[in-house]
DNA sequence: CTGAAAGCGCTAACAG
DNA sequence: CTGTTAGCGCTTTCAG
């Protein structure tokens, strides 16, 4: 509404001054300052983004590429990256990639190279060495998580070592029929996340000179998923698995859903182990290999913010991969009273 | 990198020629048109949206303001927002209303008056008539879901009818002692959605004559809450309800899986019905009052594109408030050969 | 410490 | 149909 200009009339120095007052960067005489704030205030002024980020080359916005949102670990990240941002006095602008590639590259091209965002963080997506390329051109600080991009820092679990700490747990429990009910091969994410799951399963077994055969079911990523796929896989006692290693704890959940509506015990008749540490982890007495999607976002935020910062010009980002550390997290099972009522 | 500059002159025409070639707009020649677009396709030239914006005072980016990222309802509004928007050409800005009051109204004088947005989506914010007032003076389109906002279009569920509804459904099934869990009215939501939802309870309750007194139990509104809350309530089968009304299907599932885990039969010892639909519902054998979040946000996102698009000048929004049609969904009982597997 | 002036890259009249 | 000319609102030299 009310632009620079005025409020510099208004407090009686130019232009200039006034920017630097509001600024708080270049030195004014504190009289200045303070004339120039009320001027401010008075007319309820505020900066122009656009005209500022015009001049300046930067935009105070970063933008966050992401499959989905309406999932449990994409939405946990997204609250991450989205609080350091907003502590950092940054905006966030949210694409969801499109699975289709054409539509993707219009995305890349159209959407975010426009000058809109001084930042990329891309939550589990792959990019291409071209897309990363292109992000390297335009010098923007990028980074990933969810899978390692060759070229630019990101932070991820390490897929195979989850599920093998996983199945290895339950081996150490004594466990010898064990099925990986995980993300269907065909219907892939990025980074392989189904197939590397799959491997770390088909490692840990191996190791332990345990048979694969048969030892896969492929469901969908999802807690209803996981409970169709436990519907069949459970269903008949005889052949049981005693224990199952999901893909992730949505799939989990699912399975244990499916377990007690079958008049299955869990964990006495059939032990389950899942990825990511979800908050229903729980009360379904899951136990789970850890990683904390919300410190997650929060840290690659932070890093493309520190980035920005410490560039006077904006940075050509460092290639490395930030191990996150995975660890077996037991819930507690539930109070023994309530065992007891069944 | 390119400026629109280096493409005229690659191209043999002004800069305006140019503009209008790549915009698309105006009347220009097709050999000129042509000649524009190899030249551009060549430099590999974007338009800077921070100059564009400037000049023509529109951002092609809408502002989303939302209490919660990673809770179903809000999550799956954003995915519809965030698809409507796209296709529409406008790119999402992510703001997460921080729930102290200062920090709420910085974010709303600095973040959103800076001439970022185009237009506003309040999606689980009740706003304030001086906060409505602030975007009517901006004259920027804006659309509320989740309540009504005087002064503001907004789209959503009547609270109170929608457990009223799941109310008389258990009454007409016979259902006596039924009990309300829902969410704590001391940690309210925007729009007084907690209470409202056991304003319609109550109602319903007094309607048929039935005692509410104690029938209510206040808990956070998540699976999680749900089931802490049916641990205590359904422990003892003396004075145990043989129906409850979820405050929302969070709640309604958390219930579900405290009862399955006491031994009790759902739904032939305990009818639960819940509150929008989730897609869990199926699985729980949940019975729930419909509401499609997706579908809410996509029709706001087409509110303000709509709005934006037929006005000239930025538009004056039109207060009115859309109701959503409220159903009965029953989900398919669990397959009978399950139950009697128990 | 402060002011004048020169643009940032683009679009929108306004003449040709 | 196309080129010229002004700015959009701000920051930033560069002189005072």
């Known amino acids: 509404m009310s632009s620079l200009q005025e409020v510099a009339r208004r407090a009686g120095v130019s232009k200039a001054t006034a920017s630097r007052a509001l600024s708080g960067a270049a030195h004014v005489s504190p009289a200045a300052r303070e004339r120039v704030a009320t001027a401010a205030s008075e007319l309820g002024y505020v900066v122009s983004s656009t005209a500022s980020s015009l001049v300046t080359g930067r935009t105070k916005n970063v933008g966050v590429i992401t499959p ?25 602008t949210l694409f969801r990639l499109p699975s289709e590639p054409e539509q993707r590259s219009r995305l890349f091209h159209y959407f975010l190279v426009r000058k809109r965002v001084d930042a990329i963080v891309c939550l589990g997506v792959a990019l291409t060495p071209a897309e990363v390329e292109l992000i390297h051109t335009l010098r923007r600080p990028a980074v990933g998580i969810g899978g390692a991009i060759p070229g630019l820092p990101t932070m ?33 994410m990025d980074f392989e996340v ?68 079958l008049g299955i015990l869990v964990p006495s ?74």
């Open 156 to 188: 991820s679990i390490d897929d195979v070592e989850a599920t093998r700490l996983a199945t290895r747990h339950l081996i150490g429990l004594g466990h010898r029929r064990i099925v990986h009910v995980g993300g269907d091969l065909g219907e892939q």
């Open 68 to 92: 989905f949102i309406n999932r449990w670990f994409f939405a946990e990240v997204l609250e991450g990256i989205e609080g350091a941002l907003i502590r950092a006095g940054y905006d966030l």
């Open 269 to 342: 008749e059939l032990s389950v182990v899942g990825i990511d540490d979800h908050p229903y982890a729980p009360m379904f007495g899951l136990t789970t290999v850890r990683q904390v999607p919300g410190e997650q976002g929060e840290k690659a935020a932070e890093m493309v913010v520190r980035a920005l910062a410490d560039a006077t010009d904006p940075l050509e980002p460092v290639a490395s991969e930030i191990p996150i550390r995975l660890v077996v997290r037991r819930s507690t099972t539930a109070p023994p009273g309530v065992q007891s009522v069944r």
């Open 194 to 261: 189904h197939a590397r799951r799959l491997a770390g399963f088909r490692s840990a077994m191996e190791e332990a000179g345990l048979d694969c055969e048969g030892a896969f079911r492929a469901t969908t990523f999802s807690v209803p998923g996981g409970y169709e796929s436990a519907l069949a896989l459970l269903a008949d006692p005889a052949i049981r698995p005693t224990a199952i290693v999901a893909g992730c704890d949505e799939i989990a959940i699912g399975v244990i859903t499916a377990a007690r509506e």
